[in-house]
């Protein structure tokens, strides 16, 4: 097993969901994702995270190969774990899959995904998209039962779900979040024992990506909504390349 060392560079997935967001608010082709993953590209994002939800809220399925196609940097496709999703991704091949829970009322992907408790259906579902060559990650509560349950079902990755983290942060209760990094530390140590890879991601933003970027085993954030948001500001390349240096600079 090789072990990332601490001080390894910290690969940054820019999630261009919300790209799509806007596009759909007016309907038509303006703004364009597979644009936005091009400059991410450009920015030096190392991966582009998309989510096709079960709704087609933001992303929607002609998405997938466009981006493909725009990019030659990895895809990390979020999913519901359906057989709908397993056939589009087995379709599409990207190089990484992100089983995440999906609930139509939510607003964002709240909570991490049960795995503990699904893991016969997850052990079959997962078999054949990792037969396909995909590294298949489950974004996960920082929770020992749950990261334990992701090693046996036959997942290669976690990224675990940093939405606490920064809901603590926000209101300012540091106890509460303190508390939080410490179960995400807990996780991410007993994840690359048991050989999985670290990734980690939602909520984070300029303030708040620090403790998270120091966490030793982690090699991976997927970032989004703020990165987008941000955007409407500085444009996407300097949001992009601010985050990266907030990311080193924990890292250091
Ligand atoms: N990682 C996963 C698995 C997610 O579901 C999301 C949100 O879609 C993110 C990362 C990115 O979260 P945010 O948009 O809050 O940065």
Do not use: K, W
């Amino acid at each position: 097993m090789t072990l990332p060392r601490p001080d390894a560079p910290l690969r940054l997935g820019v999630n261009i969901d919300h790209v799509a967001t806007l596009r759909n608010a007016r309907g038509g082709a303006d703004p364009d994702p597979a644009r936005a993953a091009l400059l991410a590209q450009q920015a030096g994002a190392d991966g582009i995270t998309l989510h096709l939800r079960e709704d087609r809220r933001h992303i929607i399925d002609a998405d997938l190969p466009a981006i493909l196609r725009a990019v030659q940097i990895p895809i990390n496709l979020e999913m519901a774990a359906t057989a709908e999703m397993q056939s589009i991704a087995l379709a599409h091949r990207p190089h990484a899959i992100c089983l995440v829970p999906e609930r139509r009322e939510e607003r964002t992907t709240e909570g991490g995904l049960e795995v503990a408790g699904d893991a016969a259906r997850l052990t079959d579902y997962i078999a054949p998209l990792v037969a396909a060559g995909a590294r298949v990650s489950l974004f996960i509560a920082p929770d020992e039962a749950q990261v334990e349950a992701a090693a046996r079902v036959g997942a290669q990755v976690i990224e675990l779900h940093t939405g606490s983290y920064c809901e603590h942060c926000a209101s300012g209760d540091d106890a509460a979040r303190d508390a939080e990094l410490r179960r995400l530390f807990a996780a991410a140590s007993l994840a690359q024992d048991l050989g999985l890879e670290v990734h980690a991601g939602h909520g984070l933003n300029f303030v708040n990506v620090g403790p998270i970027a120091a966490i030793p085993e982690v090699v991976e954030l997927n970032i989004g909504h703020f990165l987008m948001g941000e955007a409407i500001f500085v444009g996407l390349e300097a949001a992009i390349q601010e985050m990266r240096r907030q990311m080193n600079l924990a890292r250091m």
